[in-house]
């Protein structure tokens, strides 16, 4: 016979079976929230490549429609984020650095909310649809935090770093959905989202992660953004273009960096003035620059850039040193507008025009070796996360063989942009936010955004 148990024995049980059940429940419920990070991201990305094919049938039809299409499509995004969808401006990478580092949750409730996030998708839509040269995976990493944390909401999550750590798996499983690139995910997460890797937080990242990555696989196939390349970079002369990309892309890419940490500070003189007092009209005015631009490089500015990388990297487009260098001032209008829409893909772009224009003057290192090096180069430069891109790189177009080139340019490219940049884009631009916010609420506490560490020499 079993021993009947006691009163105090069958309340301990009782009570163990409530906490098992509960934390089963938390782990479902962020299963099927890192589930639908996938589903939303598969289905952000098809929304984006369905408002670049109806941009391309437009200006198939009469090119001169973007002088329309353009300053009317940047107005109503930047007047539907300042009066339906406020949070939504911007990036989407700042705006998530800013929640994990508020203290008071009464304003990240208000930031990173589902309707936020719908706001988010809908207007970079909108912005990739008018011709902004922007891109979605920056704007998705907002959207995967939101939907986290609506979780963590719904499973009334008292801890602030169970919370936090729900933003960062939410943020980290964006970008492992957008780009499939699941180790990119976690290295953004450890090295650009949270500054550190925290025991308590890192399975559940871990876990997004990999749930968010296996959902999007399953929708849209086990494919690489930019296809699979068979080059190398052997140690020798080759390396020579290492030292040009990593030194070339440091300087554009810093550079990049300071005009956006400047134009958040506020534009000079008059044009400031004008860009504080009527946004929207100041959103048409760099509509109409961007839709000049586009005429004049027959359309290739506009949009993400996606195409147009992917045909350098393959070999089947040699662009000019026009490209990127429109893009690039492309991109720069398209931030200062102040629509949502992200800096990732057009980065990815410009880096990728550059090394395809920078490979002609390498005979001794294989062009498409060149192409990855300039575009990692360059992004590691503006994003001043060398391991991110390295391995974001690396991942996008299978292949291995060059991780040891992309490592060495685009440390070298980061040091390079902290020379002429001493601040962390992102970082900056969430402190930015983070006085914006503290305008607009009542006064709230928050921790101070940990400055970067510069990377260890050796």
Known sequence: MKPDLTPARRRHLRRSARITTEQWRRKLACWTAAVAVGIVAVGFALAADRAAAIRTHLITWNPWIMLVVTPGGLALSSWLTRTWFRGAQGSGIPQTIATLNLTNFAVVDRLLTLRVAFGKIALTTLGLLAGASIGREGPTVQVGAAIMHTCGRWLNLSTVSMRRGLILAGGASGVAAAFNTPLAGIVFAIEELSHSFEQRTSGTMLTGVILSGVTAI?????????????????????????????????????????ILIRATAGLPGALGRFAK??????????????????????????????YQARSVIDGQAHYPASFFILKFIATIISYCSGIPGGLFAPSLAIGAGFGGWVAQFLPHTTPGAVVL????????????????????????CDNQEVTLALLATAFLAYGVSRMICHHSLYSALAE???????????????????????????
């Open 218 to 258: 399953a929708l849209v196939g086990n494919y690489t953004y930019f296809g699979h390349t068979d080059v190398s970079v052997p140690i020798g002369i080759s390396w020579i273009a290492v030292l040009t990309c990593g030194i070339l892309g440091g300087v554009g890419g810093g550079v990049f960096s300071a």
């Open 277 to 306: 007092g009527h946004p929207v009209a100041f959103a048409a005015a760099c509509g109409l620059v961007l839709a000049l631009l586009g005429i004049a490089s027959d359309g290739i500015t506009y949009g993400t850039g996606y």
């Open 373 to 396: 090096l300039g575009m990692v180069g360059y992004f590691s430069a503006v994003v001043q996360s060398p391991l991110t891109a390295s391995v974001i790189v690396m991942e996008m």
């Open 432 to 458: 930015s936010f983070l006085g914006g916010v503290a305008k607009q609420q009542p006064p709230a506490p928050r921790a101070p955004i940990a400055p970067k560490q510069a990377a260890p020499t050796r």
